[in-house]
């Protein structure tokens, strides 16, 4: 089995156990339908975009964190990309990071500003390439 096909699968167990809400904000997520995600929530394609499961490491793979069930947690991608690009005082500490998260939640402004970055599993296009942060980094 794969790193990939790996993380994939721990991914898909994560966002079962955790009955689809992200790890961090709480809010659901899509895996496979921005389109009916969009329709299902009365928000744009674009936004819906934010609400991609991702599988996230709870101790960053920088940090030597393994690619392992105890490790993964499901989370949106606008989390995701947030823990590691927004806040990188707080990636190193998953719940200080959540509490952060349901903070800004309860207070309105937790996707306040739509993502920067494209996921790399489909690699950006046009402007979004050229502006990306993360290219280099692996994101599932
Ligand atoms: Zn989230």
């Known amino acids: 089995m794969t790193h990939r096909t790996n993380l994939c699968a721990l ?14 904000c709480l809010h659901p997520m899509w895996r496979a339908d921005a ?5 299902a929530h009365g928000i744009s394609r674009d936004r819906a975009r934010m609400f991609r499961l991702t599988a996230e490491h709870l101790t960053a793979k920088m940090d030597g964190g393994r690619t392992i069930a105890s490790n993964i947690v499901a989370a949106c991608r606008y989390c995701h990309h947030g823990r590691h690009a927004q806040f990188p005082g707080a990636a190193s500490d998953p719940e200080a990071y959540s509490f952060f998260v349901l903070l800004s939640v309860a207070a309105g402004v937790w996707r306040a ?5 494209e996921h790399p599993c ?3 296009r ?5 502006n990306s942060l993360l290219s280099q980094r692996e994101y599932h």
Do not use: D
């Not at 389109?35 to 329709?39: G, R």
């Not at 046009?126 to 050229?130: D, L, Q, T």
């Open 11 to 24: 991914r898909e167990s994560a966002f079962l156990a955790q009955g689809h809400p992200c790890f961090y």
């Open 126 to 130: 046009g402007r979004a390439a050229k």
């Open 113 to 117: 500003k739509g993502p920067t970055v």
């Open 35 to 39: 389109k009916a995600f969009a329709a």
């Open 122 to 124: 489909r690699p950006p």
